[in-house]
């Protein structure tokens, strides 16, 4: 067997010669007009991948491999732990569902450059869609179920998509969700951008009351901007009489989708990925970092809503020719904690990819993973882990209890791909715990202070990465011509911020500690305070709101509220909390999972007003804290510390 490269000389060649590194990483994929130049510098500091070159993504994700004689290999698995359905797509299959619902859009008047917004649960019909964009040059924007009408319509707005794709309903734990209703409520909220909205009848759902073709609520409905009607079509129907679409040529730098994601505000922002230096990085990650080639099988159980499912559900398995699968389900509860493994044994599954809340879950049930006793995981050669961090107690358990090497590696919305991991298809490293390793090659990473200095090995600072970054990185934020550089680029000229902090240890292996913003991480979601913020503000007896994250034993962080009341306002604490918690999960959505409020006289601020959420978190928490000097009320500490006892949300005062 070859020997497989060193991390630390292929690190170095992507260091010292990263324009040859990357054109010679692009020959994985296919190109219309291959690229000659790889970097284009002209706007710097927001760099651009491969100018000039011509690519189709999913002509390279599909058809190529079809092309290639692969046809028969299994492309997509799809288990559904929520309804027991189970299929499976060849790459011949999936590429005739994904031209036909090309055909579909292209049908809509959707074109190259078009905004597609898709609010779908996970069912095949979801990356059926996406691909189906990409292969006409659309662009898609995948909203994630969990999210209230509110922050569909917001995207929307963003956006300006003319189609919409979307499930008469999806299903969670004990109850169905009704997509249609919330649709509806964000076509009446937004400004009219959709003319047509498809619907994925999913009639076997047991349970689902919107049972698209028996209502005739929606031949029509008006978006109040403009009065145009919108027209509601169903998945079937249209694909039925559907024409296919053949892959379209598009620039490497042209959009191939937006995702929306947490930044401080309550506004999220849309990142926006390119065509070529996605599909290059993504090609070159599975090799490199997943190990995964042509007929393995790669499982994600994370959802095409957020960047891992974009990446590792979608785009790079079929990328690379591998086969995928997409799991509708919990990881315990749809039936027990075994699902994982069942899974792991029905289908083969090489790489398992997921986030450590998700193991939190599996063990507290199943402290002695008795449950994977009953199955042979033994195809399992590496269980990765992101979208938070894996903390140590989480990674010895299932080190310990799985006998197969557990991989943390860390990334964001914003990258699309890992910016430091364990490499497992070079020579692999030894694993720290806490850490999620090196820089992936491309990632040039730093420790800086406030004052965008480095910072000696050990010492906790801001974590940047000196530009350029590689291929697959954001290419901007969607309408917002200089919301890139605003929001990432202008802290540390020369970098961007990640708005992670952490510290690089004198073996060169990065520790990620926290955010250094107002974002938090529940269960591997990202939100914005700020976000929640407003969402309390809204309410009229609240007159100042304060959202923190504090720590959580299986979401490894959750929201907790803290309001003050207008004066002359009675109302009963039960009752408002009842009412802000509705209200977030009205306006945010259930992925919130927001249940914790606090009532306080007052909020505890500096002299100058702002809230000190800091130290609110650290009392929350039971951390050790410094009294701010600038504190404006040092008692207000006192107050908040008395109003935690006995609070519902298990907080312990320091
Ligand atoms: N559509 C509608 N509602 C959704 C939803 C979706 N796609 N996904 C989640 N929700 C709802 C849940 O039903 C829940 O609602 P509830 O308050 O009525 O119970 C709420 O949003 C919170 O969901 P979640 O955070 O998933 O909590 P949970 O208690 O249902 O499950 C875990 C906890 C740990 C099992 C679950 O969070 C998990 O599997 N996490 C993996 C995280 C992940 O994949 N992250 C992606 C980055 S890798
Ligand atoms: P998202 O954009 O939703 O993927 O969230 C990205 C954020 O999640 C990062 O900025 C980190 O704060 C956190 N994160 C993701 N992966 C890791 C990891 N492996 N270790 C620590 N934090 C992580």
């Known amino acids: 067997m070859v020997k497989p490269p060193a991390y630390r000389e292929i690190y170095n060649e992507s260091a010292t010669n990263p324009a040859g590194f990357w054109l010679d990483a692009a020959s994985a994929i296919d190109w219309i007009t291959p690229p000659v130049t790889a970097l284009d510098e002209s706007n710097a500091p927001v760099y651009r991948w491969f100018p000039g070159a011509e690519l189709n993504t999913c002509f390279n994700a599909l058809d190529r491999h079809v092309l290639a004689g692969r046809g028969s290999t299994t492309a997509l698995i799809y288990d559904s732990a929520m309804t027991g359905v189970k299929k499976q797509f060849t790459y011949d299959q999936l590429l005739t569902e994904v031209s036909s619902f090309a055909g579909v859009l292209f049908a809509q008047g959707v074109t190259k450059g078009d905004r597609v917004i898709i609010y779908l649960p996970m069912i095949p019909e979801a990356l059926i869609a996406m691909l189906a964009c990409a292969r006409i040059g659309a662009v898609h924007s995948v909203v994630f179920g969990g999210f209230a009408a509110n922050e569909l319509a917001v995207r929307i707005d963003d956006a300006t998509p003319t189609v919409m794709v979307t499930a008469s309903g999806g299903l969670e734990p004990g109850r169905t969700v009704e997509y249609l209703p919330i649709v509806e409520k964000a076509l009446a909220l937004s400004h009219g951008s959709i003319r047509t909205v498809i619907v994925k009848e999913r009639r076997h759902v047991a349970g689902l009351a919107a049972d698209f073709a028996q209502t005739t609520a929606h031949d029509s409905t008006h978006s109040p901007a403009n009065d145009q009607p919108v027209t509601w079509v169903t998945w079937d129907d249209e694909m039925a009489r ?62 095409v809503g957020w960047v891992v499912g974009h990446s590792y559900i979608v785009y790079a398995p079929l990328l690379a020719g ?170 540390f000229p020369g970098h961007y911020a990640t708005g992670d902090s952490g510290f690089i240890d004198d073996d060169g292996y990065i520790f990620v500690m926290g955010r250094t913003d107002d974002v938090i991480n529940v269960a591997g979601h990202r939100l914005s305070t700020g976000q929640l913020e407003e969402a309390l503000a809204g309410h009229p007896a609240v007159a100042e709101c304060a959202v923190i994250g504090v720590k959580d034993e299986l979401k490894g962080q959750r929201a907790s509220g803290f309001v003050t009341l207008k004066a002359g306002v009675f109302i009963e604490n039960s009752v408002l909390c009842a009412e802000l918690i509705a209200l977030v999960r009205d306006k945010v959505g259930p992925v919130a999972s927001f249940r914790d409020v606090v009532v306080l006289e007052r909020l505890p601020k500096t002299r100058s007003g702002k809230i000190l959420r800091k130290t609110m978190r650290q009392i929350v928490d039971g951390e050790p804290f410094i009294v701010p000097p600038t504190i404006e009320d040092v008692t207000v500490l006192e107050d908040l510390t008395l109003a935690l006892v006995g609070h519902p949300g298990a907080m312990k005062p320091a």
């Open 242 to 303: 559907a024409s296919p679409s053949a892959p379209v040529a598009v620039a490497a730098t042209d959009p191939l989708y937006i995702l929306y994601t947490s930044g401080t505000t309550g506004n999220p922002k849309g990142i926006v990925r390119d065509n070529g230096g996605h599909a290059v990085a993504l090609a070159w990650s599975m090799k490199n970092i997943y190990n995964v080639h042509p007929g393995d099988v790669m499982w994600t159980a994370s959802d």
């Open 322 to 491: 591998a086969t995928t699968v997409l799991y509708e389900g919990k990881p315990v509860g749809t039936p027990d904690a075994g699902v994982f493994w069942r899974i792991v044994e029905d289908y083969k599954v090489k790489v398992l990819f997921t986030a450590p809340t998700a193991l939190r879950a599996i063990r507290r049930v199943d402290p002695n993973l008795i449950e994977s006793a009953r199955y042979d995981v033994s195809s399992l050669e590496t269980l990765f882990l992101a979208g938070e961090r894996l903390d140590t107690e989480t990674y010895h358990w299932a080190n310990d209890g799985l006998h197969c090497p557990v991989v943390d590696h860390w990334w964001q919305t914003e990258t699309g791909w890992p910016i430091a991991a364990n490499l497992r298809g070079l020579a692999p490293l030894a694993i720290k715990p806490g850490s999620p390793t090196v820089p992936v090659p491309g990632y040039q990473i730093e420790v800086l202070n406030g004052k965008g200095v480095p910072v000696a090995a050990g010492k906790e600072g801001n974590i940047a990465i000196r530009l350029p970054m590689p291929p697959g990185t954001l290419a901007g934020l969607w309408g917002r011509a200089d919301g890139y550089e605003k929001s990432y680029l202008q802290v």
